[in-house]
Each structure stands twice: as C-alpha cells, then as structure tokens.
C-alpha cells in the first residue's frame, strides 16, 4: 500500500513569510526547534567525534535479564556504579506468573534473580523484587511509580524501553555493555537520530483501541516505516488518548522501526504523573510543570520524514504473518500463504481457531487494558472453551491490585480464564511459559517473530479486547460483536 | 580488547535476509544451562543437522561449516542481520567464532552498535557488491578499505569515534571514564536546575 504523507498540510502549519510584518517584532528565537532536540540538547554533556553525544542518563531501568550482565562487566574491570540513586531494578523477565512463585520456579530465574539481587545490594540500586507489592514489567512500573517523568532522558537494556516516551520522556533500549556503561558513567553514547513526526488523524472507532492504530500504521507503511528515526506522535487521536494508550503507542514504535517514540506532554501527562510515589511535589511540581510545559515541538520546525495517518475508518487488527507489518483487520482475509503459520491465503482471518490466549505484556497489561478486555468478557459472555487456555498477566502488582478492587478478576475467573502473577510471562518464554510447536496463540504483546513465544509457536498480535473476544470464542474474532 | 587494524581473510557468505539476535544466539541457551559455551549454538538453528547444538551434527549446507571457510574472520551477511532483540550476546558470539568484520547491506540498529563493542566492525556496502565479494579479503581500519583480490578496492563508512576506538583496542566505557570530571559538573549544574528530577530519589 502506499503511505499517504501529508506533507502539504504540514507545511501549511509553518508561518507564512513575513507574516509578522506591520507588528512588533518577535522577540528574536533561534532556528524552530522539535521536542526530541529540546530535551536531548539539554542532556548533552559533551560533544564527541563523529556526530556522537555523550548524554546524562536521569533515569536507568535494569531487570533481571540483563542486569547481571552489567554488573558483572563493572566487576570485571573494578569500577563503582556512579549514581545509584537513578538506577532501579525490577524482576519480570525471568520470573514465573504461576501463584506462590520462587526464584527456583523458573531455570533462569534461579541463576539470575540472586545476581540481581547481589549486584543490587552492593552497589545500593532499589531493587522491586520478585515478593515487592511494586513488582512488574519494566516498562509498566517505571511510569506507575514516576520514576520516568516529562523530560527526563531514560534508557534500559531492553528495546521497548521507547513505551516510556509516552510521558514526554526521551527513552530507548541499550544493549548489555551500554547498561555496564551507564552503571560507570551515568551515561550514554548516542547520536541524535533523524526525526519522524507522525501525525494521526480522525478519531477511533468503538471496539478499536490504541494496538490497532499502531499494527494497522505498520502495515501501512512497513516495519521499516520509520527506520532509524526519531518519532514524535501528534494530532487529534494522540490528544484524546489516555497515558496508557500513548504507552501501547509508543511500546510498538520499534516495531515500526523507530529507534524511539515520543509524545508532547499535555495535562493528559501531568494529570498521570502527579502524586505517584517518585513524582515531584509541593513547590518542586510547580517547578517541574513549568518546565515540562515548554516540552513541545515549536511550529515551523522541519522534520526527515513526516507521515499521516488517518484512523477514522480503522477496524480492529490482527497480524497473521511473523512480523507485525504482516498485519490485516479482523473481518479481512490472509493475504498470502504462510506456513509457518499454516494458513492460506483468501482465509478469513476471523474464525482461525486459538490454542492459548495471552493477555499480557509491556504493550497491554495495564489497567485500561485489562478494563478493555474485561468489558468484552462482560458483554459477549459465554466461557473459554476447554480447548484454549487463555491467561490473564496484569503487568504490575500495583494493576493487579487496582483490577482485583474492580472485580476484574472475578470476571476473567468466571469466564475461564487464568489470573496470574505479573511478568512478561508468555511475551518472551524465558521465563519458561511457553506456546507450545504449532500452537496459535492471539497475544497482546507486540513481537510475532519465529520462535518468539516459543520454538514452533504461531503468535496473533491483537489488541486486549479483540483477544478476550477470541478466547470466548476459540476463534479469531471481532470485538465489535460484543458492542 | 585487540587493536582492530587490518583483517586479511576469506569471507564466509552467510546472505539469508532478516537474520534476527535469536537465530544467531537463541534465548534457550543463553538462560538454560548448557553442555557449551554460547558461541558453539550460535546460528544452532541452521548450523546443525535438526537444529540442535547438542546431538546433531554440523550441517554441511551451511557455509560456516564448509572447509573451504575454515578459520575465517570476514563474515557476508545478508539485508538487516542482527534485527530483533537487543541481546548483546549476539556479536559475542560471532567474537568468539573468529570474526572481526561483517560486511552486508544493512544492519538491525542495536546489533550494529553492539558490535563495535565487541571489537567487531560491521561494515555497511551495497547488497550487489556485497553479493560480488569473493576469496580472500583485506579489510583496513585506517584507510577505511576492503580490498578483494589485488585490484578492487572499495571504500565504507566508519564514524571517526568508532575507529578510535577500533584503533586503540578501548570501546566506549574506556573513552567515557575520560569525561568523569564534566559528568560530574553537568550533574552539580543539574541538580540546580532540575532539583525535582533528582529530590525524590534521596
Ligand atoms: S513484556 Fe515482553 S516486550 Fe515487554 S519488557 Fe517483557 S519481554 Fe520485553
């Protein structure tokens, strides 16, 4: 399909040529600048050859999977964390999702969580352990807590660490000897990526959520859509989108090739962040709103690659190919043959029958995913057949309490479904919760690539209500039957 | 860390296309215990006859298996290898086999700066001259050079703080201890001007 760009309309946002005549003169600005460039200049601590910054890391997430590895790179050269007081650490990647869970519940988590741990404890890291009422995914907690906020420059060793830019932060994901890196310096090594403005348009249709805009702008314009850039998400349907729809948004932008995400704070933003436990406040928030509200892309300011796209027409999607481009609405038909799969092309993709139904995952687990979902289940009624197992993975504690004072619980429960412990659980199997060869599993985490969920696992990408609907069913099905 | 300077090799032609961090180091035996160390799995899936690292043998059809390769350290790779996740593992694995230069078309983002971490150098050429690129190479950090047969010589891209580093064996952790002093200085001026970044955190 060929994208769409409107180009036109964006440079009709810019000022006409001597548009100020006849008034005072402005006062004199530099060159327009974006957000990106706004909060990455400030974290510049200096200029290295090459195009490279060395850049201030405020905020540095680890987990178990890769902060031992980072530890024990420092150790290995006899180095200090130097700022412990910015790095967090959870458990999530390696952790089981099963009830009264232990370290020794899963192989790697028995290796790993004590590494974690140790390294933890040495170097004086907050560490949201495996028994911690704040435990959860990375991405889920950081935010929950407000240990990311507007303006702060955030990395993890893990690719969607871009699910923070949500909040107006500049977050991406590291590899294994960058995160030895920021233990040692506190900083990053990176260069400014080109930037990608994309603006979505129109307005989302019941039964179409946030995971459907951002498969069907993959589809649209290829996995490699944005590659290498810098995106800043805007227009109409980012404004109406509540913190954790930005979130989805921005969690599958490496997905689409982006090397991050991010979104201008607005009062949606600051309304999220106020009062959680790391937030500012009293005199400090007045000072920290003042600044995150100049946290925008000014008008006029010229991007690489500008993109639209419009979502009023938008249906729930669903990918049926191993990478999540290989995306196509639920009431359409496979495009091509896919064995890995096993389907053909011209079969609706509705009806597909489901093994496993996993809600879960940094892109969908927090509570207003799991409100979808369980308001599906309320509306469609009817059961899990006995052929699905269909989990339920809340991505924090915190959710899973907040959604257990819902009854939310009680709903899934009723209906058939699995409640469990948080984690990444079945997004990633490291944690040894597998689909099992040639299962079809319709998941709401956002990687479909071979082997993903599992060696021979067939992976759904879906959004959380369109995968409730399909576990009731034990077929892919549409959501909007439950409207 | 070995100085990368000049690489004289022939170059094993791995060219599939999306040849993603979990084909080249599979999750189930970075975090499983195993028999091996990580590099002897690396590629498994397509290196070993039924896919398996422990009890199959070496599949002849794959070029890291072929005598005619043996010892190489210049590796051809395919469009966008080393996509997926960013697991570092990676390029530690394709170090530990030998190699210090992959040459391909494109790159997955994050494997590509892994490398260099690594001490090895992904070099970025046409796909149709990457396709041309036979017997035995000669691949030079300072010129910026891959020189095949005696004749051809072709010239790519190196960002001039990664051939620093390259050069002198150091990678970036080694290069960034050197600014200590300004962290620490952005970080005073910091916590001035932002102290709600950094107040709640005592
Ligand atoms: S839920 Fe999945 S994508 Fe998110 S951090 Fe965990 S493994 Fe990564």
Redesign the pocket.
């Known amino acids: 399909m060929q994208p769409d760009p409107l180009n036109g309309q964006a440079q009709q946002e810019r000022p006409a040529p001597g548009a100020g005549e006849g008034r005072p003169p402005e006062p004199v600005t530099a060159v327009p600048t974006t957000l990106v460039d706004r909060v990455w200049d400030t974290h510049v601590v200096a200029s290295l050859p090459g195009g490279y910054d060395l850049l201030h890391v405020d905020r540095h997430l680890i987990?178990d999977l890769g902060g031992p590895g980072g530890f024990r790179e420092i150790d290995k050269r006899n180095l200090e964390v130097r700022s412990p007081m910015l790095t967090f650490a959870v458990t999530?990647?390696c952790v089981s999702s099963e009830t009264g869970r232990t370290d020794a519940s899963t192989r790697p988590g028995s290796l790993l969580l004590p590494l974690l741990r140790d390294g933890c404890r040495r170097s004086g890291i907050t560490l949201f352990d495996i028994d911690s009422p704040e435990q959860g995914?990375?991405?889920v907690v950081a935010p929950e807590l407000g240990i990311v906020l507007p303006g702060t420059l955030v990395v993890c060793g893990?690719?969607?660490t871009c699910?923070n830019g949500a909040l107006g932060a500049l977050a991406w994901g590291i590899g294994t000897s960058e995160v030895a890196h920021v233990l040692a310096t506190q900083c990053v090594v990176e260069r400014k990526p080109p930037q990608c403005r994309v603006t979505l348009e129109g307005a989302l249709r019941p039964g179409v959520h946030a995971k459907d805009v951002i498969l069907a702008l993959i589809a649209c314009y290829g996995v490699d859509g944005a590659a290498g850039h810098a995106v800043e998400f805007t227009g109409p349907v980012v404004s109406a989108m509540d913190m954790e729809a930005r979130m989805t948004l921005c969690?599958l932008s490496v997905e689409f090739g982006a090397k991050f995400a991010m979104i201008a704070p607005d009062t949606t933003t600051f309304d999220f962040v106020a009062g959680r436990r790391y937030s500012p406040a009293g005199e400090q928030w007045d000072q920290a709103l003042a600044a995150w509200r100049t946290l925008a892309t000014d008008p006029g300011a010229v991007f690489d690659l500008e993109l639209a796209f419009e979502v009023s027409s938008l249906a729930p999607q669903v990918s049926w190919g191993t990478n999540p481009g290989q995306t196509v609405a639920v009431d359409a038909t496979v495009p091509e043959d896919n064995a890995y799969m096993g389907l053909r092309a011209g079969q609706p993709i509705a009806g597909t029958p489901v093994d496993r139904v996993f809600i879960?995952?940094?892109?969908n687990?927090r509570l207003g995913d799991l409100l979808a979902a369980a308001d599906i289940v309320r509306r469609a009624g009817g059961r899990v057949p006995a052929s699905v197992q269909a989990w339920v993975v809340p991505?924090s504690q915190q959710v899973k309490a907040q959604a257990e004072a819902l009854g939310l619980r009680e709903v899934f429960e009723a209906a058939g479904f699995e409640w469990r412990q948080p984690?990444?659980?079945m997004?990633?199997a490291?944690n040894e919760e597998y689909v099992g060869p040639g299962e079809r599993c319709i998941s709401t985490?956002?990687?479909n690539f071979v082997g993903r969920q599992g060696p021979g696992a067939r992976t759904h990408l879906a959004s959380p209500a369109t995968a409730a609907i399909s576990a009731l069913r034990g077929v892919i099905a549409d959501p909007r039957e439950a409207e | 860390m070995e100085p990368l300077r000049v690489v004289r090799s022939v170059a094993v032609p791995v060219l599939m296309a999306n040849v993603d961090t979990d084909v080249i180091t599979p999750m189930r035996r970075i975090v499983g215990r195993s028999e091996h160390p990580l590099h002897h799995y690396a590629f498994e899936a397509l290196r070993y006859l039924g896919g398996d690292g422990d009890t199959g043998r070496p599949d002849p059809a794959f070029p890291l298996n072929d005598p005619r390769y043996a010892g190489a350290s210049i590796m051809l790779t395919g469009p966008n290898f080393g996509c997926g996740s960013s697991r570092e593992t990676a390029p530690a694995a394709i170090a530990a086999l030998g190699f210090r230069v992959l040459i391909g078309p494109s790159f997955g983002d994050i494997f590509f700066n892994n490398c260099f971490q690594q001490g090895v150098l992904p070099i970025t050429l046409d796909e149709a001259v990457v396709e041309g690129l036979t017997g035995e190479l000669t691949v030079e950090v300072e010129t910026q050079t891959v020189t095949a047969g005696s004749t051809t010589v072709i010239s790519f891209e190196l960002n001039p703080l990664r051939k620093a580093c390259l050069l002198e064996g150091t990678d970036m952790i080694g290069m960034s201890l050197g600014y200590a002093d300004r962290i620490g200085a952005w970080q005073d001026r910091d916590r001035v001007a932002r102290p709600w970044a950094w107040e709640t955190l005592a």
């Open positions: 987990h999530d990647h995914i990375v991405h893990d690719s969607h699910t969690n879960g995952s940094c892109a687990a991505g984690g990444c659980s997004c990633l490291t985490s956002n990687r």
